[in-house]
């Protein structure tokens, strides 16, 4: 992409947030709208050609100018004032890019009506939107954490409303942004990484206006609250307050989603100061830890909940798309097998196998960061997390963007992803990756070969000797 003067960018950015404002009013995800859309039904559709262009259009714009500017920020108060203007328009659209937020609203209405939301769907109340929700959701257990049942629980109470609901939803995921907008700095003068870099990268991403503010996602909290716990872990090492402060944080964010418990160990490294010892980790370290355990164990307990939040995380095994990389391998291997007049089913054995590499990847990088680095693993595991999970959405990627963006000193291959990534659903939540399995799946295949020979070239030039002078 070719650059342009930062002051343009600004206006082009927001140009392409009042078009997919529009968009959203046009054909986003309406509450009542097709939920079994195509992009074919879309397009032949009242205004569907509209609509689609200005989804392309307006994600291209914003994409244009977050990769042209990624490297040359004025300064920390010129990004916050850009995303903030990018932001605008998308708070005061309809719901863009899913359908999540009437699943919100539908689960704190069970949750208000003293249904436990891990042991019955939402059509048990009945939830009072329910024609909002996708079918595919409706009778499935919630696979959020029991401190996101309880909040949601609380917005349905306070507004009564939908339409209140997703007012207050979206209100949450701005507290999330502007958490992360707090923190960020912090990791980043910690990291040696300028503060208006990780700003821009984290929050001026198409995937934070769009996904982020405009489908109201719970992720945005969820990644505020870990980057605020980790900030404060970074910034006094080995004193127990704030170590115990960031755990606490840290753990509110699992209490969300489970998933901000895959950066705890990394923060118990982050939490030394001084060298790794491991009477160090286990007097700093354990005190992360124990907080961040504490305040899950805490909130499951205090809402009167148990642990089935566990179990509700297999739900994403309902979704096939070749987003994820190891159900792309899965439905390769189906295809080749098809070919050949064989008809098997490889997607639980190859899901089994990223979550089996998952967990052995992530004790090597905790492994690894005992002597360097521990934020920027973090970061990193994240990313491992995200892409060996058996199921892939774009807002994803906002969990490692935010924590990368204050950690790495390369961008160039994360920052991808996040590009790419915004254009993969449609203004009205329609997945291009549910119509793109061939050459999806196959093509999706073909990069993580590509990626695990490169790796394991490199690991193998790591161990060679260097040359004698």
């Not at 200005?54 to 977050?66: E, K, P, R």
């Not at 753990?251 to 990394?266: D, E, N, S, Y």
């Not at 391998?329 to 590499?357: C, E, K, N, S």
């Amino acid at each position: 992409m070719s650059r342009v003067p930062h002051h343009l960018s600004r206006w082009l950015g927001l140009a392409g947030s009042v078009l997919l404002a529009v968009a959203a009013f046009l054909g986003g995800a309406l509450p009542h709208g097709d939920l079994r859309p195509t992009p074919v039904s879309i397009w032949q559709g009242r205004n569907g050609p509209l609509i689609i262009a200005l989804w392309l259009v307006g994600t291209g714009l914003m994409a244009w100018a977050w990769w042209s500017l990624r490297d040359r920020l004025p300064s920390t108060r010129w990004v916050l004032v850009t995303v903030a203007l990018w932001l605008l328009p998308l708070l005061i659209a309809p719901p863009l890019g899913s359908r999540d937020v009437y699943a919100y609203a539908c689960q704190g209405a069970s949750w208000s009506g003293g249904i436990n939301p891990y042991e019955q769907g939402v059509s048990a109340l009945p939830c009072p939107w329910l024609d909002t929700i996708s079918y595919i959701w409706r009778d499935t257990a919630a696979p959020y954490g029991p401190l996101f049942v309880v909040v949601a629980g609380a917005v349905v109470s306070a507004t009564g409303s939908l339409v209140g609901s997703i007012v207050l939803f979206r209100l949450l995921a701005l507290a999330g942004v502007a958490l992360t907008a707090w923190a960020l700095p912090t990791l980043a003068r910690r990291c040696g990484v300028p503060a208006e870099r990780a700003l821009w990268l984290a929050l001026a991403c198409p995937l934070v206006a769009v996904h982020v503010i405009g489908g109201a996602h719970n992720d945005a909290l969820m990644v505020g609250l870990l980057t605020a716990g980790l900030a404060v872990v970074a910034s006094r090492p080995g004193r127990p307050g704030p170590l115990l402060a960031g755990g606490l944080l840290l753990g509110l964010a699992a209490g969300l989603k489970v998933t901000a418990l895959v950066v705890v160990p990394f923060a118990a490294l982050a939490a030394i100061a001084g060298p790794y010892r491991f009477r160090a980790l286990l007097r700093d370290g354990g005190l992360v830890v124990g907080a961040a355990v504490a305040a899950v164990v805490g909130v499951t307990f205090a809402a009167g909940l148990d642990f089935g939040w566990v179990t509700g995380l297999e739900q994403g095994n309902l979704v096939i798309a070749w987003t994820s990389p190891p159900t792309a391998v899965g439905q390769t291997i189906d295809y080749l097998a098809a070919l050949f007049g064989a008809h098997i089913d490889a997607l639980p054995a190859t899901r089994a196998i990223g979550v089996l590499v998952l967990a052995v990847l992530l004790v090597w990088l905790w492994w690894r960061a005992r002597h360097r680095e521990p934020l920027w693993h973090a970061g990193l595991a994240l990313a491992a997390t995200v892409a060996l999970a058996p199921l892939f959405h774009p807002w994803y990627w906002t969990w490692p963007l935010a924590v990368l963006a204050a950690t790495a000193r390369r961008t160039g291959w994360f920052s991808l992803i996040a590009l790419v990534s915004s254009f993969l659903v449609l203004a009205d939540g329609t997945g291009l990756a549910r119509f793109t399995k061939m050459p999806g799946a196959p093509l999706m295949t073909l990069l993580v070969i590509v990626v695990a020979v490169r790796l394991v070239r490199s690991a193998r030039a790591a161990r060679q000797p260097a040359p004698a002078d």
